[in-house]
Nanobody, 124 residues
Framework: QVQLVESGGGLVQAGGSLRLSCAASGRTWSSSGMAWFRQAPGKEREFVAAITGPGDYTRYTDSVKGRWTISRDNAKDTVYLQMNSLKPDDTAVYYC?????????????????WGQGTQVTVSS
């Protein structure tokens, strides 16, 4: 059974840090491009960061560049999102996503597998 399980969300003050994890199971994930998306209340789900299957290329939305880092450990079938310098605007539910292809995409429709989400709340 294919499964993505996010963890690491929580409540943090502005300027603080969190690290999200996405544990994948049910298939070989080292060949899958993976990404993080987020959805704030009343807004569309939006792209945050992505990484290729081997982990050699990454992509970020402009608002998180220089603050956050996506990485993966294929030996553990886990993808991470290190979030530093958090802002109240970063408050959202964060979703892990995976696709059958090794390259990444910034489009939601390109991802076949999704986690259940983890809440991140940044207080001012």
């Amino acid at each position: 059974q294919v499964q993505l399980v996010e963890s690491g969300g929580g409540l943090v003050q502005a300027g603080g840090s969190l690290r999200l994890s996405c544990a994948a199971s049910g298939r070989t994930w080292s060949s899958s491009g993976m990404a993080w998306f987020r959805q704030a209340p009343g807004k569309e789900r939006e792209f945050v960061a992505a990484i290729t299957g081997p982990g050699d290329y990454t992509r970020y939305t402009d608002s998180v560049k220089g603050r956050w880092t996506i990485s993966r450990d294929n030996a553990k079938d886990t993808v991470y999102l290190q979030m530093n310098s958090l802002k109240p605007d970063d408050t959202a539910v964060y979703y892990c996503a995976a696709r059958r292809w090794s390259n990444y995409s910034t489009q939601k429709s390109a991802y076949e597998f999704w986690g259940q989400g983890t809440q991140v709340t940044v207080s001012s």
